[in-house]
């Protein structure tokens, strides 16, 4: 069951970036830990019904990651790869993102993600995206990918409050 935390996607106009703010009932440490180790990434970071599945998967600064969104019968749904430039634990993860067979090709984004304690053993995670263009963005954020998030936010509510 989710926490009823709500996700906050700020998208200003003309800008080619985005902001994502989410709280967890969980320490900074647990949520940092279930975005940088593959294994518990896997558990909860795709929408439901679709099955994760890497190809690489060197979580650490310098190392890269490839992995796929597929349906129940094998169908790949979505590609994605992209670097990690820094990996702090348990404060900071910054990487780069690309989404392969996004028309075009000016679909890399650089990501930050800033994990913030906060008071009761909670954690804040402020995720902040640039891309390449303003319309890059703007088509990022109508593919759906606000109500994407909500959901692989609750499923981590769920795997973290097991």
């Known amino acids: 069951m989710s926490s009823g935390n709500t996700t906050k996607v700020i998208v200003e106009k003309g800008k080619q970036e985005l902001f994502v703010i989410r709280e967890f009932e969980a320490s900074r440490e ?3 830990k279930a975005f940088s180790d593959p294994d518990i990434l ?13 190809t690489a998967r060197d979580f650490r ?7 796929s969104h597929s349906d ?64 890059t963005r703007d088509a990022m954020v109508q593919s759906g990918m606000e109500s994407g998030l909500v ?8 795997l973290l409050q097991k």
């Open 72 to 135: 129940d019968k094998g169908n790949i749904i979505c590609t994605f790869q992209g670097v990690f430039h820094i990996m702090r634990a348990p404060e900071l993860i910054i990487q780069t993102a690309e989404l392969e067979g996004f028309p075009g090709n000016e679909n890399t984004l650089l990501e930050s993600m800033i994990f913030e304690e906060l008071p009761d053993n909670r954690c804040r995670l402020t995720i902040h995206d640039v891309c390449f263009s303003v319309e």
């Open 30 to 32: 647990a949520v940092y």
């Open 42 to 54: 896997i558990q909860f970071f795709a929408p439901a019904g679709a099955i994760m599945s890497y």
């Open 61 to 67: 600064t310098g190392g890269q990651y490839r992995y």
């Open 151 to 158: 959901m692989i936010f609750n499923q981590l509510d769920d």
